[in-house]
Each structure stands twice: as C-alpha cells, then as structure tokens.
Nanobody, 117 residues
C-alpha cells in the first residue's frame, strides 16, 4: 500500500519561513499532487495543487498566493511546499495528498505548523 510521509512543520514567528516535504513510499500515478490544511474548528482547505500528468501547472488558494510555492522532485517521489512570510492564520495541520482517481487517493498523516508571536 502506498504511504505518504510528511515533515518540516514546526513552531515559528510571523514572517518566518518553512518548507514542508512529502515523500511517497513508491512511484505512483497521480492526476494531482496537493497540500491541504485543517485548523481547529474549520473545514479542510485546499492550499496548493500541482498537476502531475502532462502539465506542472500550479494553483493556490487566494490566502497563500504569492507567499507559498508548491513543487516536486519526481526522481525522489517528493512533493514540497515552500511557505514564506507566515502568518498566524496559517496555523494548521498540513496534509499531503496524491489523487489518481477514487481508488488512488492517498493522504499523509499531517504535520503541524504553528505561527505565533
């Protein structure tokens, strides 16, 4: 079974930067690679998405556009999320997702990002 392992979260001050990583246990087919986040009392939110079939087009939530960058290293089966100028509103558990159809929908366990002064 495919497993996704996330790392890079932590406690930082506003204005700081973090880079999250998500590594798949094996090479997999995927329509999309995405980062989601979920804060206490809120619904899961799509943060950034990267096409992984025939394009590398990236899309971002309005709240993180121009601050976050999603990328991947295919040779390492790894997805990244570079987060700059972090704000307290970014505090959440960040989840990695690979979607290749209903039977190929994989999630990591999440990594905590806390932004506090």
């Amino acid at each position: 079974q495919v497993q996704l392992a996330e790392s890079g979260g932590g406690l930082v001050r506003p204005g700081s930067a973090l880079r999250l990583s998500c590594t798949a246990s094996e090479q997999i087919f995927s329509f999309y690679w995405s980062w989601y986040r979920q804060a206490p009392g809120k619904q899961r939110e799509l943060v950034a998405r990267l096409g992984d079939t025939f394009t590398s087009t990236a899309n971002y939530a309005h709240s993180v556009k121009d601050r976050f960058t999603i990328s991947r290293d295919n040779s390492k089966n790894t997805l990244y999320l570079q987060m700059n100028n972090l704000k307290p509103e970014d505090t959440a558990v960040y989840l990695c997702n690979s979607y290749g159809g209903a039977d190929r929908d994989y999630w990591g366990q999440g990594t905590q990002v806390t932004v506090s002064s």
